[in-house]
């Protein structure tokens, strides 16, 4: 009997111990990871996670905005807070899960052995990471721009350099891959659409990052030292402020488009009808870059004479209505394509096509913004641009991990909760956004919870807007679980290497 119970113990022993070194083995082989599937993964999943903390911001905005009288947050928090959530929705969810899909299927659409600079982008995501760490403790801390506590004001420059270089190198890896890394015989005109939109991102975010890091260079310099240059801690807006709005934002938007137009090449199960029109599509929405790059918006009035209002309504087209084109164009061939009479349609669908809709709806309202005649300028209006887009970027995300998790994780995920969360996401986006695109026409101020006054049912929209912040972090965590679960222990995938050679030619 002991010798039996000796034996049963020795057994559970080596079960546990067995159990503690597959963990620990797991857990360092994605610390150490080179795969570009796990990076991709990791990327995706931290990004998921951010999502969920910056719908709570949202809401918690929304909420103290419903009574201007009273105060829920401490006033500090607060004017933190607003600041929080547009880096959070640009650099800690829109940026690396967008760049974390890319990791992990380009190469495979490329038909590349392995992705470029692998160790890199593992290094970007670790820079990434302790990045968004300090800049959410510097946050915490009222060291945001405009911060009451300058050393963790600096912590804030710093944190946002990391994050720069950490999506610095992993653009980097994932435009190498595409345009060095491709099979024999694939040009670059042949190149899947997902992985040229890919590309297109990548190039255009090495094209304007680097100018958002030298803006922090010598803000911060001026900063730790004299703090006469540059506006000191009220001044980091003034300088590095474009980041964070039109039209640098729709740049990490763009693989939207390549998303909705590899599943809709997979539903028509052949080659997408007028390829070099989605590629033109695809550039024209790049060309938000040169706004960018240039740490300039360009506005519209229609006051005064015809020659005045000609001089600026031509720039005014040029650098915010091109993207725009751009997004039409790709919608109206994936549109004209659902025609073919073999279209089969899928769940994935739904999220991805009402998520570049969302992204368009952001865009217009951006262009809407920069008519000075309308006075929109410092109002929630520009809140609800930032949100429409990055919303519909995180809806494009539940369609693409929908349609290419089968081949990252080899596992299907359920097409009901796809169908399901993508309209409720849908739903949480309009919530969101819809109510400050009225409020702002009606003069609600940005970046201010207490204290100010509008005609209009000022807790209406903000009660709107709360919940549906809330809804979003709802709809994201129920399909972070739903995910984790099916390509942990679903139904094996049945995706064949057919099935990726179709989409590559798609």
């Known amino acids: 009997m002991t010798a039996i119970d000796s034996s049963h113990s020795a057994t559970s022993s080596s079960g546990s111990i067995a159990t503690r070194s597959t963990l620990l083995g797991t857990i360092a082989a994605y610390l150490t990871a080179s795969d570009h599937k796990r990076i991709g993964r990791l990327l995706i999943s931290v990004s998921a996670i951010f999502a969920i903390a910056t719908a709570i911001e949202g809401a918690i905005l929304g909420i103290e905005r419903i009574s201007p009288s009273s105060s829920i947050v401490d006033a500090d928090i607060i004017v933190q807070l607003f600041s929080a959530l547009r880096f959070d929705l640009i650099f800690s969810v829109a940026a690396p899960m967008m760049l974390g899909l890319a990791v992990a299927v380009v190469p495979m659409q490329v038909g590349a052995r392995a992705l470029a600079f692998a160790r890199s982008a593992m290094f970007g995501f670790y820079l990434w990471l302790f990045g968004v760490i300090l800049v959410g403790s510097s946050y915490l801390n009222n060291g945001g721009p405009g911060g ?11 944190g946002l350099g990391l994050v720069i270089a950490g999506l610095l190198l992993i653009s980097t890896s994932v435009a190498t891959t595409v345009l060095a890394s491709r099979r024999a015989g694939m040009t670059l005109i042949e190149t899947p659409i997902f992985s040229w939109s890919a590309l297109v991102a990548s190039v255009s975010m090495l094209l304007t990052l680097p100018v958002v890091a030298g803006a922090i260079i010598y803000v911060a310099v001026d900063h730790a030292y004299e703090r006469a240059t540059f506006g000191a801690t009220e001044g980091v807006n003034a300088w590095i402020g474009w980041a964070f709005t039109t039209p640098q934002i729709f740049i990490v938007a763009i693989p ?34 040169l706004g960018a790059v240039t740490q300039s918006s360009h506005s519209v009035s229609f006051s005064g004479s015809a020659s005045e209002v000609l001089k600026s309504l031509i720039p005014y087209l040029f650098f915010n209505h091109l993207p725009i084109l751009g997004v039409f164009v790709v919608l109206g061939l994936c549109l004209l394509a659902l025609k073919n009479e073999k279209a089969k349609p899928t769940a994935a669908f739904v999220p991805a096509f009402l998520g570049v809709g969302m992204v368009l709806t952001g ?5 809407v913004f920069r008519i000075t005649n309308l006075k929109l300028t410092n109002t929630v209006f520009d809140e609800a641009v930032l949100v429409y887009v ?4 995180v809806l494009s995300g539940i369609g693409a991990i929908a349609h290419f998790g089968p081949r990252i994780w080899g596992r299907e995920i359920p097409s009901g909760p796809v169908l399901g969360l993508g309209l409720l996401g849908f739903l949480a986006t309009v919530l ?43 709809v994201v965590l129920l399909f972070f679980a739903i995910a984790a679960k099916s390509f942990r222990s679903g139904t094996v995938s049945s995706a064949t290497s057919a099935d990726l050679f179709e989409s590559v030619n798609g």
Not at 148 to 158: P, R, T
Not at 256 to 268: E, F, K, P, R
Not at 449 to 474: C, E, K, R, T
């Open 148 to 158: 009451g506590n300058a050393e963790m004001v600096d912590l804030f420059l710093i």
């Open 256 to 289: 939207t488009l390549g998303v909705l137009a590899q599943i809709v090449a997979t539903m028509t199960r052949g080659k997408q009808p007028l390829r070099p029109g989605l590629l033109i599509g695809v550039g024209l929405m790049s060309t938000a870059v």
């Open 363 to 367: 865009m217009i309202g951006g262009a």
């Open 390 to 393: 990055c919303y519909g970027v």
């Open 432 to 474: 969101a956004s819809l109510p400050y695109f009225i409020a702002g026409f009606a003069d609600q101020p940005a970046s201010v919870a207490n204290n100010f006054d509008y005609s209009g049912p000022i807790w209406l929209w903000n009660s709107l807007v709360g919940a549906g912040h809330a809804l979003m972090a709802l």
